[in-house]
């Protein structure tokens, strides 16, 4: 897993695996409700996720790993840290 503060002031978290990575058809439907690569899965988790990310600002996806698997990336705007006046 990756974290940073990106320059436009966002952060960014990666998480990888080692996987045999997506299918096209998979690549083409990952986020979609409902679509699954697991016999009993339910097809939410990234659904989910990315309507999370969204509709905080940011985006989510996928990429292929360089060497096999995949990567899923996130970025949101970071927060601005408030000060105590005290």
């Keep these: 897993m990756r974290t940073g503060l990106e320059a ?19 690549r083409a439907r990952l986020f ?3 679509f699954t690569t697991k016999p009993g899965g339910m097809g939410l988790g990234l659904s989910i996720c990315r309507t999370i990310v969204e ?13 096999g ?15 105590n006046a005290g």
Excluded: C, Q, Y
Excluded at 69 to 83: C, D, I, N, S, Y
């Design 8 to 26: 436009d002031g966002r952060v960014e978290i990666a998480v990888a695996d080692r996987g045999h990575g997506l299918s096209e058809d998979a």
């Design 32 to 34: 979609d409700p409902f």
């Design 55 to 67: 509709s905080h600002g940011g985006h989510l996806w996928a990429t292929d790993h360089p060497g």
């Design 69 to 83: 698997g995949t990567v899923v990336r996130f970025v949101l705007p970071a927060a601005e840290e408030k000060v």
